[in-house]
């Protein structure tokens, strides 16, 4: 069985840092790409960066790009997301969601989500 | 970035009801197109991909169809466990983007 489970939320005040983790079990992680999507209270979705299965390959959206960083360990079967220079705007629930082979943009599995609080 | 729009925005119906949601890319995507399924407080959970493939465990009365840029998502009779908030989204290229949302209520 597919597991994704999110870690490393929190409040956090404006310019700190966190590092969400992702820690996956039942497939051959190192296979799939992951991304990270994220939920705004009461608005809708957004992409926020996807990591190829080689870790080889990053992409980001231009909101986050220079001030997250994603990356994976496939000997741990986890994906990070080292958020720099928070602000409030970053304030959502983010998810990690697995890709399908051949195609990293499509999801098939997500995690529970974690909550992520910018404020002063 | 291509932007996704969906129509409607929210959409009141009844058990047994048929309803169709509307995707409208801003510029060609071919069929690389998803639907997702998300209630109040949990995970979005995936339904289709490739514009009409059902994934795995997805009850049939759910399909998709279109290609270029008009997409549809239809549920057939509408069932307690359908009310929900559905969005679309484009993996043609990065950005990776979603529609708003379309919130299906109970009439």
């Known amino acids: 069985e597919v597991q994704l489970l999110e870690s490393g939320g929190g409040l956090v005040q404006p310019g700190g840092s966190l590092r969400l983790s992702c820690a996956a079990s039942?497939?051959?992680?190192?296979?799939?790409?992951m991304t990270w999507v994220r939920q705004a209270p009461g608005k809708g979705l957004e992409w926020v960066s996807t990591?190829?299965?080689?870790?080889?390959?990053?992409y980001y959206a231009d909101s986050v790009k220079a001030r997250f960083s994603i990356s994976r360990d496939n000997s741990k079967n986890t994906v990070y997301l080292q958020m720099n220079s928070l602000r409030v705007e970053d304030t959502a629930v983010y998810y990690c969601a697995k890709g399908v082979i051949g195609a990293a943009g499509v999801f098939d599995y997500w995690g529970q989500g974690a909550q992520v609080t910018v404020s002063s | 970035d291509i932007q996704m729009t969906q129509s409607p925005s929210s959409l009141s119906a009844s058990v047994g009801d048929r309803i169709t949601i509307t995707c409208r890319a801003s510029?060609?995507?071919?069929?690389?197109l998803a639907w997702f399924q998300q209630k109040p407080g949990k995970a979005p959970k995936s339904l289709i991909y490739?514009?009409?493939s059902l994934r795995s465990g997805v009850p049939s009365k759910f399909s998709g169809s279109g290609s270029g840029t008009d997409f549809t998502l239809t549920i057939s009779s509408l069932q307690p466990e359908d009310f929900a908030t559905y969005y679309c989204?484009?993996?043609?290229?990065?950005?990776?983007?979603f529609g708003g949302g379309t919130k299906v209520e109970i009439k």
């Open positions: 490739d514009a009409s």
């Open positions: 990591i190829s299965g080689s870790g080889g390959a990053t």
């Open positions: 039942g497939f051959s992680f190192s296979t799939y790409a």
């Open positions: 989204q484009q993996y043609n290229t990065y950005p990776l983007t």
């Open positions: 510029q060609d995507i071919s069929n690389y």
